[in-house]
T-cell receptor, first 115, second 112 residues
Framework: GAVVSQHPSRVICKSGTSVKIECRSL??????MFWYRQFPKKSLMLMATSNEGSKATYEQGVEKDKFLINHASLTLSTLTVTSAHPEDSSFYICSASGQGNSPLHFGNGTRLTVT | DQQVKQNSPSLSVQEGRISILNCDYTNSMFDYFLWYKKYPAEGPTFLISISSIKDKNEDGRFTVFLNKSAKHLSLHIVPSQPGDSAVYFC???????????FGTGTRLKVLA
């Protein structure tokens, strides 16, 4: 079945540094990938839609200059958390879908801790 | 504004019995619904989906029911097994948007 790989699974960084998270679709081409953030005991909150070859579409309230998204190929999207702060600590999950109304396939998430 | 709601944050069920997880939505434009299962520190895993043209979809021990007039869907797991213990999210989308709105999840614990 379809597999989405996310890397790293866990990262600890210092305040002010930047962190890059990769999301790869392993056995299908994903023109669209999605980045979610999950707070403790909360739902998965959609942050942005990553479109291959064009700019990402950000949800209301998500700072595009802070959460940089690049979707350079049909199998790779990256999320860079710039100038990280402790409040950016969270569980970030990417997902990708095939065509039409097909289920999203999720990566295993990245636990980001900013100290 | 929470468009997809799971009002029960947790549910405990005895092994072998039926688990019923509920989900309500407010946006009448939603026409595709999914259930995901999530273990701690992992990404969600797709379980089962249903299109608005149906009112029931069954896959093994999992059945999803959709009541469009009530804007309500439910996931039935029978018989429940200890390995089913996880957080279950329902999600909804509108055709062609590729955007899925998730509920807040229900933590299911199946007791052996």
């Amino acid at each position: 079945g379809a597999v989405v790989s996310q890397h790293p699974s866990r990262v600890i960084c210092k305040s002010g540094t930047s962190v890059k998270i990769e999301c790869r679709s392993l056995d299908f081409q994903a023109t669209t990938m999605f980045w979610y953030r999950q707070f403790p005991k909360k739902s998965l909150m959609l942050m942005a839609t990553s479109n291959e070859g064009s700019k990402a579409t950000y949800e209301q309230g998500v700072e595009k200059d802070k959460f940089l998204i690049n979707h350079a190929s049909l199998t790779l999207s990256t999320l860079t958390v710039t100038s990280a702060h402790p409040e950016d600590s969270s569980f970030y999950i990417c997902s990708a879908s095939g065509q039409g109304n097909s289920p999203l396939h999720f990566g295993n998430g990245t636990r980001l801790t900013v100290t | 504004d929470q468009q997809v709601k799971q009002n029960s944050p947790s549910l405990s069920v005895q092994e072998g019995r039926i688990s019923i997880l509920n989900c309500d939505y407010t946006n009448s434009m939603f026409d595709y619904f999914l259930w995901y299962k999530k273990y701690p520190a992992e990404g969600p895993t797709f379980l089962i989906s249903i299109s608005s043209i149906k009112d029931k979809n069954e896959d093994g021990r999992f059945t999803v029911f959709l009541n469009k007039s009530a804007k309500h869907l439910s996931l039935h797991i029978v018989p429940s097994q200890p390995g089913d213990s996880a957080v279950y999210f329902c999600a909804a989308s509108t055709s062609g948007t590729y955007k899925y709105i998730f509920g807040t999840g229900t933590r299911l614990k199946v007791l052996a």
